[in-house]
């Protein structure tokens, strides 16, 4: 069963950092895109990064490039979303995602993904 459990979230002011982890467990990174998705309140879910490391095609939704980067820890199964000069925009929940699709990252972004966490709540206060 594929499982992903996100923490890292709380509150920050604008400019500053966190970095959110993604636990995962139940699939194999090499088999599945992996991405991080962000709804802030109100509005519709939007993918903001999606990875496939078999591949090592990224995309990242303009919003966050320069800012925003993914990474993962292969030995602990965990993937990183690095958030830097955070605005108060990028406040809500932020979702860590997968999908074995062999599809461009960029459709599994914007179409989304078939696997989802929970989430955990980003609050930037300006």
């Known amino acids: 069963e594929v499982q992903l459990v996100e923490s890292g979230g709380g509150l920050v002011q604008a400019g500053g950092s966190l970095r959110l982890s993604c636990a995962t467990s139940?699939?194999?990174?090499?088999?599945?895109?992996i991405g991080w998705f962000h709804q802030a309140p109100g509005k519709v879910r939007e993918g903001l990064v999606c990875f496939r490391y078999s591949d090592g095609s990224t995309y990242y939704a303009d919003s966050v490039k320069g800012r925003f980067t993914i990474s993962r820890d292969n030995a602990k199964n965990l993937v990183y979303l690095q958030m830097n000069s955070l605005k108060p925009e990028d406040t809500g929940e932020y979702f860590c995602?997968?999908?074995?699709?062999?599809?461009?990252?960029?459709?599994?972004?914007?179409?989304?993904?078939?696997?989802w966490g929970k989430g955990t709540l980003v609050t930037v206060s300006s």
């Open positions: 995602t997968a999908d074995p699709k062999e599809v461009k990252v960029s459709a599994l972004c914007f179409y989304g993904m078939n696997y």
């Open positions: 139940g699939f194999t990174f090499d088999d599945y895109a």
